[in-house]
């Protein structure tokens, strides 16, 4: 079996489609020039027969009137004229005429038109009024030999007829022929380009979509077209390096932040190292004195001070470090409490943070990336306050029925602030958008917080009203762990 191999590229696809049309539409060209030169022949040869035709038409009116109106020379002359008209016209068009040869062959046209002519000049120079019975026999053979020659003359007319009407019938059916080859070659080659095209076409914009929400996934798309597939690796190889980028920005944001914490962690550490501090210089005082029991309330207070200092600087460490994604059962509460204390010190005094969070609430979730989630939601509620307010945050459990899948937790983080209006709300959640001044944010701490829900398999939405702040609903899975029964 023959295999067909097509060009490799879009524009060789096309530019053969040009190729193959312009082939049909020459074929076609050609044989509708062959047929329309066949048929100009025809239509001058025709002119040629409609001439014979009329000179023998003529030829017998004369003859009618010839015998009609008592022979005069007058009739006679012209009846020999149209004859000998005849006669050269087949004469100067006999490979015409031999086309006729089913009906009468050239030669026997021109015997037949000069028996005639012989039988009419024998007739005039005996003419004589009374009706002799070699004259009336005479007549008699003229009239036959005419009506012979005009009947050869009208089948040679009615098949020339023919001919042309044939060849105006082929020439129709050729260009038409033609017309519907290009016609469907076009509906077909375009269907196909279009096909080639608009499928990857469609395929990237759908991958594009994907990535303006946020997801990297590669775009696959079979075809053996150059361009495509040209295209098709040159998004992917952006895709690649956006990912990257994505991973150092979410990682830059997340040392920006860093500082923030470290402000808000200094007041922090600075009350155990206080105690620390005070604890060691009494110590150090009283190191001679003999009261055991208050030397080791004071160790038992520096060792629980160490312990809370550990404690925060391995908070720190833990959110500053980058790992993979892994999910353990964490009680919300404690969850919450803890990321508002990398916060403290960024909370205005005007601003009162409210938790309402039940103890027996635990979600199943990477600690490290939903703190940070969390943590940039809370921070966002905070600058939205602008000079006194609240920060509330609640949680509660949710029923199956209503829940993203199975069991699940809401969590709401709302504040009192001035809210967001309608026109940039749809827009939040877009990386690198941001309503703060230049140089106070890149736009992504809302967008890495959705990227981070949907990474744990929840959503997260926004509804604010101006004037009466904004709050974030959070839906996270809750799945069976190590300390839940069955």
Same mark, same amino acid.
């Given at each position: 079996m023959i295999k067909i191999k097509f060009p490799s590229g879009i524009r060789q696809k096309i530019i053969l489609g040009y190729v193959v049309s312009i082939t049909v539409i020459i074929i076609g060209s050609v044989f509708t020039y062959i047929n329309l030169r066949a048929l100009e022949e025809k239509v001058v040869f025709g002119n040629v027969i409609s001439e014979f035709f009329d000179a023998i038409l003529e030829m017998s009116r004369f003859e009618k %009137?010839?015998?009609?109106?008592?022979?005069?020379e007058d009739d006679y002359r012209e009846n020999l004229g149209f004859v000998n008209m005849a006669k050269e016209l087949v004469a100067e068009n006999r490979d015409g005429f031999k086309g006729f040869r089913s009906i009468a062959?050239? +030669?026997?046209?021109?015997?037949? =038109?000069?028996?005639?002519?012989? =039988?009419m000049v024998k007739d005039f120079p005996g003419h004589k009024e009374d009706k002799s019975g070699n004259v009336a026999r005479l007549e008699a053979k003229i009239r036959a030999k005419g009506n012979?020659? #005009?009947?050869?003359a009208e089948e040679i007319s009615k098949v020339e007829r023919r001919h042309i009407r044939k060849l105006l019938l082929s020439s129709q059916r050729i260009l038409i022929a033609s017309i519907s080859a290009f016609i469907l070659f076009s509906v077909v080659f375009g269907y196909g380009l279009l096909r080639m095209v608009t499928k990857p076409l469609k395929l990237i914009e759908n991958s594009m979509e994907r990535i303006s929400g946020g997801g990297f996934d590669r775009v696959s798309i079979n075809s053996s077209d150059r361009e495509i597939t040209s295209l098709r690796d040159a998004i992917n190889r952006m895709?690649?390096?956006?990912?990257?980028?994505?991973?150092? =920005? #979410?990682?830059?944001?997340?040392?920006?932040?860093?500082?923030?914490?470290?402000s808000g962690m200094a007041h922090e550490l600075n009350n155990p190292l206080s105690n620390i501090s005070t604890s060691c210089q009494i110590l150090h005082e009283e190191i001679e004195e003999a009261n055991i029991w208050y030397k080791k309330k004071l160790l038992s207070q520096i060792g629980e001070q160490t312990d809370r200092a550990r404690d925060i600087v391995r908070s720190i460490l833990e959110f500053s470090r980058a790992k993979e994604l892994k999910k353990e059962l964490l009680s919300l509460k404690d969850l919450i409490n803890e990321t508002i204390l990398f916060v403290r010190g960024e909370v205005p005094t005007e601003v009162e943070i409210k938790v309402d969070v039940p103890d027996e609430i635990e979600i199943y979730a990477d600690k490290q990336r939903i703190q940070q989630a969390f943590? %940039?939601?809370?921070? %966002?509620?905070?600058?939205?306050?602008?000079?006194?307010?609240?920060?509330?945050?609640?949680?509660m459990d949710i029923p199956s029925e209503n829940a993203v899948r199975g069991g699940a937790v809401e969590i709401k983080i709302q504040d009192t602030g +001035?809210?967001?209006?309608?026109?940039?709300?749809?827009?939040?959640?877009?990386?690198?958008?941001?309503?703060?001044?230049?140089?106070?944010?890149?736009?992504?701490?809302?967008?890495?917080?959705?990227?981070?829900?949907?990474?744990?398999?929840?959503?997260?939405?926004?509804?604010?009203?101006?004037g009466q702040g904004v709050a974030f609903l959070i839906q996270l899975p809750q799945e069976?762990?190590?300390g839940k029964g069955v």
């Open positions: %009137n010839y015998f009609l109106y008592g022979k005069k062959s050239v +030669p026997e046209i021109e015997k037949a =038109l000069d028996e005639y002519k012989e =039988l012979e020659i #005009v009947t050869i895709l690649r390096e956006l990912e990257w980028r994505q991973r150092h =920005l #979410v990682q830059s944001e997340k040392l920006a932040s860093l500082g923030t914490l470290l943590l %940039n939601l809370i921070k %966002n509620a905070i600058e939205a306050v602008p000079l006194e307010g609240m920060v509330i945050i609640t949680a +001035p809210g967001i209006s309608s026109e940039i709300l749809p827009r939040i959640f877009d990386p690198f958008f941001t309503t703060k001044d230049v140089g106070k944010g890149f736009g992504l701490g809302l967008f890495i917080t959705h990227g981070i829900i949907e990474e744990h398999e929840g959503s997260i939405k926004v509804t604010s009203l101006p069976e762990g190590p």
